[in-house]
């Protein structure tokens, strides 16, 4: 009689566990729809490209890299707290450097449809003198260049948004109103804590891997990171002049706006209300822009359409944790005055996605931690660390100075770089992220310094020039000069600077003046 019934009970018992497998494994794949009324949420299932990814924030960095994960055939997950239009001054340049990485990803369409305009270099302006900094493009694809737009958030956002199904994006804050927004186990980061933006409810949601790139005012990093965080200030591109006491930019936003940029020195900054800063603006700065700028620069300040932009700096310092990652601002900032962010963020991405590309399981947590240390390495040279250090090294030397030493340093590097041929195209090769390579940064640095000296010192050294000369190399610290890699501070270049950025956005009149500029 048992033996009639031996076979309907095994296949039985091998029906339930089949289905309490399956049951397991839908409940492992419950996606982090909003509103559905469930506080946990589980991404992933175990294993294989589907495994699950979550990506703190759609900035720059966090697009991309959902972009190209999602292109990888991972299931990622997106919470983004704002997905309106930002309106903010930040990331309009991108370095052609920049440009071959958004290609690397596949996301070189993006530039096509915001109104990019084409950048070829740079037009550097002295006491009404000025040169030209052309970007080295000659080997590339015609297509290759600079592009300066509005907001470079929406650049990537928007492939991001056409190319993801809706539920893979959510709009909800993770942390909002709660330190704990990381959820930890044993030492390892197992998934978020994040809130709809009503407020309503407090969700959580599980993957291998998290990867925070929440911005530059990240409230995330802390717990990922060493912040040490240096708010000073200032901007990006295309013209700069080297003003007194301001660095001022202009660059093209779309085909009919300019933005200018203007770095505001000093512990003491003029009272927009008062109207001390548009007094400051018209008085200080309107004499030293060029004179086809010069009008609707008045025009502009005239309208009030002016605002003030922090700027930070912070090198990166993590604190490798097992099953997280931090990424572009909220992981490593630099001055925005050479506008390497963005460069340097895809540049990571890139980097980021040829480690994970072999690992199709990224739920051992700890051995993918040890692993993705070399991402840290990798990153920096040549990349981050070429763009960072030449973005400290030429807000220290462009900015004003009452120093003779610093003043001579600043008149040398703007007279090495009006030399044609291999002077100005190596630093511009650096900036544009083409050629980032720390070695050859050092070397021009050096050849810089060495041309300062011997400008002063020829034909004749006089007591008073060699003086100066001594400053000129104190200025820039010997220990610095020659032996770099002695200072702790080397790739991390930051000090505390107290400017404000200024930014003025007017029409097309600014525009017609600024093409003649840029040729
Ligand atoms: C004045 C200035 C000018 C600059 N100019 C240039 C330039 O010309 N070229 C250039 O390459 N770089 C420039 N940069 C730097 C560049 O803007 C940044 O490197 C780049 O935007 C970094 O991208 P990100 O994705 O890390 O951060 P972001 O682009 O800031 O994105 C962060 C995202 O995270 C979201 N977020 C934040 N907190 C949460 C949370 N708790 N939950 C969910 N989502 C959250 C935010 O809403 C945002 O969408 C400039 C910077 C400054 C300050």
Known sequence: MADQFLPGIVTASIMVFLLLIRFRGCRQKAHLAPGNGSSRSILAGKGGTGTGVIIVGAGVAGSALAYMLGKDGRRVHVIERDLSEPDRIVGEILHPGGYLKLLELGLEDCVDEIDAQRVVGYALFKDRKSTRLTYPLEKHHEDVA???????????????????????????SVGAGNSHFLIEKNGSIEGVVYKTNSGEEQREAYAPLTI?????????RRTLCSPKIVSFHFPTTAHIILGDPSIILFYPISSTEVRCLVD???????????????????????????????????????KGSFRSVPNKSMPAAPHPTPGALLLGD????????????????????????????????????????????????????????????????LYKIFRASSDRGRSEMRQACFDYLSIVGVYSNGPIRLL????????????????????????????????????????????????QMFFPATVPAYYRGVRKLNDLVYALNSGSRLYASAVLLMG
């Open 146 to 172: 600079g592009r300066s737009f509005r907001n470079g958030l929406n650049i990537v956002r928007v492939s991001l948004l056409r190319s993801m199904d809706h539920e893979s994006f959510f709009q909800c």
């Open 212 to 220: 925070v790139c929440d911005g530059a005012f990240s409230n995330l």
């Open 264 to 302: 505001v020195p000093g512990n003491k900054i003029p009272s927009v209300a008062t109207g001390e800063m548009s007094n400051f603006l018209k008085t200080t700065v309107a004499p030293q822009v060029p004179t086809e700028l010069h009008d609707p620069f008045i025009e502009a300040i005239d």
């Open 330 to 393: 909220a992981f490593n900032m630099r001055h925005s005055l050479t506008g390497g962010g963005m460069t340097v963020g895809l540049s990571d991405i890139v980097v980021l996605r040829d480690l994970l590309r072999p690992i199709p399981d990224l739920h051992h947590a700890a051995s993918l931690c040890k692993y993705l240390e070399s991402f840290y390495t990798l990153r920096k040279v040549p990349m981050a660390s070429t763009i960072n250090t030449l973005a400290y090294a």
């Open 432 to 479: 544009s992220g083409l050629n980032p390579r720390p070695m050859s940064l050092m070397a021009h640095f050096l050849a810089i310094v060495i041309y300062g000296v011997g400008q002063l010192l020829l034909p004749f050294p006089s007591l008073e020039n060699l003086w100066i000369g001594a400053r000129l190399i104190c200025a820039e610290g010997i220990r």
